[in-house]
């Protein structure tokens, strides 16, 4: 799926343009020999060629922000558009919030999955999944789409996390009562604001937390003010497996294997640099590049969200552990009976109650921090 272009797109008002998908190539020879061989690959996914050429496959539709239950009349009572956050870059979001202007909610900055490659805030499967948050767990949204890999390896997708922050904070000083985007101000409590993502996208929201922490925006974000992490079955790894990378069976619809995983931190990870790198591994203690130890980083009270068929798992386990001993405020919620990425793929049985529960908990820990 190519990256869209939305420079055009004014602030605040609903997406029109139409997006250019890549489909697949019936003749891959004709590709191979105009691109070279494929060099990295994953199925139904992405293949990355040999002069640089990257083809991604339509794996999920992209749909408006007036699909499903943010419809004009949708049942959800919710409200979504589109807004440009960075022209340059071509950083965009979707801004999702109830319908109902009572009472102001805190504000979640969400980052979408996809191994920092693929991925999209408008794949319908993220559209249905954030367009809950407002109603289920009593919050605004910010849904991010940032740059993508191996276009644009790390740390792209963590400075256009930063901007979207930056962008936020904009809001939140702004004075105008009666612009495109008054009627979503008007609904965020901006001294409440989350960072939160799943997979890749969690990796992102940690990343962001630990950079705003370090001052990259400055020593105050007034008026905004960052009271948590969400992160939802986070994407890291290493060197050295863990045992449920090692041993853990994937059904053949599984959203994330050992291999896959490789292959998507080859494509992001800065060329030449292995998986102990600190953007993969902040656990490291073999990073020689100067990276922050955990006991040292500012962080803010953490959610980790895990499933128990995840070959994550136990790396999500090992995090939440160094989190703790380093003295951070840290909650895990483990989902059993489900695997990677199941509240947004419902590739599971259990994957609808397993959402509802995980929409709970966010809710109490969101809450928890907001009153």
């Known amino acids: 799926m190519r990256r869209r272009r939305m420079g055009a797109l004014h602030v ?29 690959e994953i199925h139904g996914l992405i293949r990355v060629y040999k002069d640089g050429h990257v083809e991604r496959l339509p794996a999920m ?39 109902e202007s009572g009472n102001k909610v805190p504000v979640v900055v969400y980052f979408h999955g996809g191994g920092f490659c693929v991925g999209s805030a408008a794949w319908s499967c993220y559209h249905e999944f954030l367009a809950q948050l407002p109603i289920k767990s009593g919050c605004a949204v910010m849904s991010v789409d940032y740059r993508l890999a191996p276009e644009h390896r790390l740390p792209a997708a963590f400075d256009d996390g930063l901007a979207a922050v930056r962008w936020l904070r904009q809001q939140a000083a702004s004075c105008r009562n009666n612009d495109d985007l008054s009627w979503w101000r008007g609904r965020c409590r901006f001294d409440s604001v989350f960072l939160m993502g799943d997979s890749a996208g969690a990796t992102i929201a940690f990343h962001v937390a630990a950079r705003l922490g370090q001052g990259h925006l400055g020593a105050s974000l007034g008026p905004l003010c960052v009271r948590g992490a969400i992160l939802v079955q986070p994407f890291f790894g290493g060197e050295a497996r863990t045992a449920s990378e090692k041993t853990m069976a994937q059904p053949p619809r599984s959203a994330l294997s050992l291999s896959t995983s490789d292959s998507y931190w080859r494509m992001a990870l800065p060329a030449g640099a292995g998986r102990d790198h600190p953007w993969c591994n902040p656990l490291s203690s073999s990073s020689s590049r100067g990276a922050p130890r955990l006991d040292t980083l500012p962080l803010p009270p953490v959610l980790v969200c895990i499933a128990e068929a995840d070959i994550l798992r136990d790396r999500n386990l090992e995090l939440c552990k160094a989190l703790r001993k380093a003295g951070k405020s840290v909650e895990q919620a483990m989902y059993g009976g489900v695997g990677h990425a199941f509240q947004v793929l419902h590739n599971y049985h259990l994957s609808q109650p397993r959402t509802q529960e995980m929409l709970a908990h966010i809710k109490a820990f969101v809450s928890a921090r907001s009153s």
């Open 12 to 40: 605040g008002e609903p997406r029109v343009v139409s997006f250019q998908q890549v489909s697949k190539n019936n003749n891959n020879n004709g590709q191979q020999g105009h691109h070279g061989a494929v060099v990295e």
């Open 61 to 99: 539709p992209d749909v408006p922000c007036t699909w499903g239950s943010t419809a004009v009349q949708g049942p959800g009572g919710v409200i979504a558009r589109d807004v440009v956050v960075d022209r340059a870059t071509g950083v965009w979001a979707r801004l999702y919030a109830p319908a």
